[in-house]
Each structure stands twice: as structure tokens, then as C-alpha cells.
């Protein structure tokens, strides 16, 4: 299936509509003429500007959301923190700092910019 992106004014994706795969052009002509707007091609396939089918080639960095901005070159979740970068690259949020890989769980806190350990109570 081919999934079309609409976006506003500011680039800001405000719905996500699906078609017939085998009408590529005919399905985004249908949009324009019935719906207006500007729409752009995602696909669900595409995550981190990777294309999880073999020989294909990754659509606009990642599948658009409702809320996700275009840049022209790829679709971006809104940040889930403000301290967060977005990687040039895969279009994916990051953290300032790496979390720590020793099989511990952690959550983000913004307002000390760190890692923290989530302990689970115990019975």
C-alpha cells in the first residue's frame, strides 16, 4: 500500500491517508484533486533512514506521524525533551548524553540532563 503524508504551512504532518500501491501517480493525483493540499509519499517500511525490505530504497528518513515535521529530506517526531538532538542522519532523537549499556533500565530526567536507574519494587 502507498501512504501519503499531508502536511500544513509549517511542514507539520496533519494526517497520514493509504492507496493502492500500483497507483503511485494516480493516487497522488486523486489526493490533489479531492483533497488539496500538499502531500508527500512515506512509508511504514522506513525507520532511522533504513528500509526494513531488502533493495529498497529508505522514503524520507522515517514513517510520518500525525505531528511529525518535513524538511524536505525527511520526516522528525517532535522531540520527546528539549535537551534532545536530532541525528542528521536517521531523522531519530537522541539524548545529549549516551545511556549506560550495563543491562540496568533507565529513564531520561530533563531537569538534571541524566540518566537515571529505574529500580523496581520488590514484593
Known sequence: MAHWAEIDSDNIVI????GDNNLTDEGYQWLIDNLGGTWI????????GVNFRDGVEPLNKNYAGIGYTFDGTGFASPSPYPSWLLDSETYLWGAPIPMPTDGA???WNEDELSWE???????
Open 117 to 123: 536507574e529505574l529500580v523496581l519494587p520488590t514484593e
Open 15 to 18: 494526517r497520514v491517508l493509504v
Open 41 to 48: 509519499k512515506t512509508s511504514y517500511n522506513t525507520h532511522g
Open 105 to 107: 533500565m533507565y529513564s
